[in-house]
């Protein structure tokens, strides 16, 4: 009987040993593949991606725009280009038996964009990050992930400018738009300035950050995010909601209607304590509810 056994533990041994090298091995041995493809799109440009990341690029030199994909994956773009000026990037991602992946080659997909001018643009990724290296401006711009984090830098969108993701970190230089939406509910949003007409953020545990804000209208609502505004412009009306995070307003020196209330939470405006809520009566509307979260607002 004991022959039997360390004849099995041999097989399976030598198989096991085997696996790791296959493991250990292919990722190396594997080409990376690269594709260059001119796009053409005359309204809106649609990047889809499930693993890879994606960069957008603006290059004057250009004549025409173009994308680059790089992947070790057995993965393909496909481009479409609709009659109604919409061109479509999308990344396929075949099946496979066994795809255990050890390296930490990530996929890229870069756009390379004759201008800045980029009409409607809709940025959609599972997994990959998303990040420009160049200002962009656009009509209406859209921006999706589920757990990449999105890096961003100067974004102007004529109309609305959407930002929504589940567990990815936000980072962005500077934001000018009429509508500005941010949706997310375990990643960090940190912009540096934003320009608006309307800016809306909700969030659950993510912490929200923000130097400077100048909007006719501001709204954010969260649960257990920290909440930090500062040097705060805004003309006809603050609503800023939370059940635990804290919240720290920067804001500018003028008169406010000020409707402050917390369950358990401190009150402090201008280095002075308060209980439970504080009200006031004339001024551009302030609303801020906290269930057990702090409240720090200093003018």
């Given at each position: 009987?004991?022959?039997?056994?360390?004849?099995?533990?041999?097989?399976f041994?030598?198989?096991?040993?085997?696996?790791?090298?296959?493991?250990?091995?292919?990722?190396?041995?594997?080409?990376?593949?690269?594709?260059?493809?001119?796009?053409?799109?005359?309204?809106?440009?649609?990047?889809?991606?499930?693993?890879?990341?994606?960069?957008?690029?603006?290059?004057?030199?250009l004549?025409?725009?173009?994308?680059?994909?790089?992947?070790?994956?057995?993965?393909?773009?496909?481009?479409?280009?609709?009659?109604?000026?919409?061109?479509?990037?999308?990344?396929?991602?075949?099946?496979?038996?066994?795809?255990?992946?050890?390296?930490?080659?990530?996929p890229?997909?870069?756009?390379?964009?004759?201008?800045?001018?980029?009409?409607?643009?809709?940025?959609?990724?599972?997994?990959?990050?998303?990040?420009?290296?160049?200002?962009?401006?656009?009509?209406?711009?859209?921006?999706?992930?589920?757990s990449?984090?999105?890096?961003?830098?100067?974004?102007?969108?004529?109309?609305?400018?959407?930002?929504?993701?589940?567990?990815?970190?936000?980072?962005?230089?500077?934001?000018?738009?009429?509508?500005?939406?941010?949706?997310?509910?375990?990643?960090?949003?940190?912009?540096?300035?934003?320009?608006?007409?309307?800016?809306?953020?909700?969030?659950?545990?993510?912490?929200?950050?923000?130097?400077?804000?100048?909007?006719d209208?501001?709204?954010?609502?969260?649960?257990?995010?920290?909440?930090?505004?500062?040097?705060?412009?805004?003309?006809?009306?603050?609503?800023?909601?939370?059940?635990?995070?804290?919240?720290?307003?920067?804001?500018?020196?003028?008169?406010?209607?000020?409707?402050?209330?917390?369950?358990?939470?401190?009150?402090?405006?201008?280095?002075?304590?308060?209980?439970?809520?504080?009200?006031?009566?004339k001024?551009?509307?302030?609303?801020?509810?906290?269930?057990?979260?702090?409240i720090?607002?200093?003018?």
């Amino acid at each position: 009987m004991r022959i039997k056994d360390t004849k099995a533990n041999k097989i399976f041994m030598l198989i096991a040993l085997i696996f790791i090298m296959i493991l250990v091995f292919s990722p190396k041995l594997a080409k990376r593949n690269t594709s260059e493809q001119i796009i053409k799109y005359e309204k809106s440009l649609t990047v889809e991606s499930i693993s890879a990341n994606i960069n957008i690029w603006v290059d004057d030199s250009l004549k025409e725009a173009k994308v680059v994909y790089n992947t070790k994956e057995n993965g393909e773009l496909d481009i479409t280009s609709k009659s109604n000026g919409e061109t479509i990037i999308e990344e396929k991602v075949k099946n496979k038996l066994i795809n255990i992946k050890f390296d930490n080659e990530t996929p890229t997909i870069s756009v390379y964009l004759p201008t800045k001018e980029i009409g409607d643009l809709n940025i959609k990724s599972i997994s990959g990050r998303i990040e420009t290296f160049s200002d962009l401006r656009g009509k209406d711009i859209y921006f999706n992930t589920t757990s990449g984090d999105i890096n961003l830098l100067s974004i102007a969108a004529e109309d609305k400018l959407e930002i929504k993701t589940t567990s990815s970190d936000i980072s962005i230089d500077n934001i000018e738009a009429k509508k500005v939406e941010f949706i997310t509910k375990s990643g960090s949003i940190d912009v540096d300035n934003i320009e608006s007409d309307n800016l809306s953020l909700s969030s659950i545990s993510g912490d929200i950050d923000i130097s400077s804000i100048q909007s006719d209208i501001l709204k954010s609502s969260s649960i257990s995010s920290d909440v930090e505004f500062d040097n705060i412009n805004v003309n006809d009306s603050i609503s800023i909601t939370s059940v635990s995070g804290e919240i720290d307003l920067n804001l500018l020196d003028k008169e406010y209607k000020y409707k402050i209330n917390t369950t358990t939470g401190d009150i402090s405006i201008n280095n002075k304590e308060y209980e439970k809520s504080y009200k006031t009566d004339k001024g551009t509307p302030l609303d801020v509810t906290s269930v057990s979260g702090d409240i720090s607002i200093t003018l």
